[in-house]
Nanobody
Framework: QVELMESGGGLVQAGGSLKLSCAAS????????MGWYRQPPGKQRELVAT???????NYAGVPKGRFTISKDNVGNTVYLQINNLQPEDTAIYYC????????????WGQGTQVTVSS
């Protein structure tokens, strides 16, 4: 079992920045990736970025220049830096952690609200 706790969301003006954090606890040794998803109002949840245990990152459908995923050296905290926030970035941001390959699984955090005002 892996538990995830997000923090760092809030209300910001367009052009501002936020850094989201997600701390994992529990059977951390069982995961080989962590990532961020987001769900805009009235839309489906979508992948933002992932990072695996080797530090390889993957960005999906977001401008990499504004979004940066990283993790701490211990590997149990993942971050999402978002710069030059735009109103279309308004969403609930969910942290995810899991394992791909043999016996895959995924755990989710509760989500943190990011609201960008124009």
């Amino acid at each position: 079992q892996v538990e995830l706790m997000e923090s760092g969301g809030g209300l910001v003006q367009a052009g501002g920045s936020l850094k989201l954090s997600c701390a994992a606890s529990g059977k951390i040794s069982s995961i080989n990736f962590m990532g961020w998803y987001r769900q805009p109002p009235g839309k489906q949840r979508e992948l933002v970025a992932t990072i695996n245990n080797e530090g390889v990152t993957n960005y999906a459908g977001v401008p990499k220049g504004r979004f940066t995923i990283s993790k701490d050296n211990v590997g149990n905290t993942v971050y999402l830096q978002i710069n030059n926030l735009q109103p279309e970035d308004t969403a609930i941001y969910y942290c995810a952690a899991g394992k791909y390959g043999t016996a895959p699984f995924m755990s989710w955090g509760q989500g943190t609200q990011v609201t960008v005002s124009s």
